[in-house]
């Protein structure tokens, strides 16, 4: 069942060059690129973004390193796109 998902490309790997990379491994797992946008977090949308993390130890900075730089939206698709966006990127970690 082909499905559509979110992939950010996070300021650290904007900021190291790392885009394509991260965009040809997902081509190459199957993934069609479907849109793609550049922008900013602002502080407000960062916690809008995360807020069900709001609360934890770690929430204020994961806002300010969202908020640090560009980041890269794509929505990709495939047959099961959500399970298999998770397992190339493997777990969060939120250290």
Do not use: W
């Not at 082909?2 to 300021?11: A, E, F, N, T, Y």
């Not at 934890?56 to 099961?80: M, Q, W, Y």
């Amino acid at each position: 069942m082909s499905q559509r998902s979110l992939l950010l490309i996070k300021p650290n790997a904007m900021a190291h060059g790392h885009a394509g990379h991260i965009i040809s491994l997902a081509e190459e797992a199957g993934f069609a690129l479907r849109d793609c946008r550049i922008f900013s977090f602002t502080p407000a949308a960062a916690g809008e973004f995360y807020a069900l993390h709001r609360g934890k130890e770690f929430f204020d900075r994961l806002i300010n390193f969202t908020c640090s730089g560009p980041v890269l939206a794509l929505i990709v698709e495939r047959d099961h796109a959500v399970e298999a966006l998770r397992k190339l990127i493997g777990d969060a970690d939120p250290a």
